[in-house]
């Protein structure tokens, strides 16, 4: 059974820091793909940041440069946003997602997502 576990999210004060952790189990996590979306109420859900399937290379939303760092750990099928300097606009709740196209085989899987909120 495929899970994706998000943690780490909550209340934060602008200019603080989250680090965000997604746990993944039942498929072969180092084979896939890894980013984190967000979704703010009334928004459609947009890309944060990927991450490919060796770590070699990253992609940003231009929103997030800077303040934003993905990781992950293929030996403990974790991936990481590290979030720092936030701002109230940061406010969404953040999904993980794992992607791998192999052939014309796709395949993706979503977490139940972590509410980050960014308030005084």
């Known amino acids: 059974q495929v899970q994706l576990v998000e943690s780490g999210g909550g209340l934060v004060q602008p200019g603080g820091s989250l680090r965000l952790s997604c746990a993944a189990s039942?498929?072969?996590?180092?084979?896939?793909?890894m980013s984190w979306y967000r979704q703010a109420p009334g928004k459609e859900r947009e890309l944060v940041a990927a991450?490919?399937?060796?770590?070699?290379?990253?992609n940003y939303a231009d929103s997030i440069k800077g303040r934003f760092t993905i990781s992950r750990d293929n030996a403990k099928n974790t991936v990481f946003l590290q979030m720092n300097s936030l701002k109230p606009e940061d406010t969404a709740v953040y999904y993980c997602?794992?992607?791998?196209?192999?052939?014309?085989?796709?395949?993706?899987?979503w977490g139940q997502g972590t509410q980050v909120t960014v308030s005084s």
């Open positions: 997602n794992a992607e791998r196209l192999a052939g014309s085989r796709y395949s993706t899987y």
């Open positions: 039942g498929f072969t996590f180092s084979s896939y793909t």
């Open positions: 991450i490919t399937s060796t770590g070699g290379s990253t």
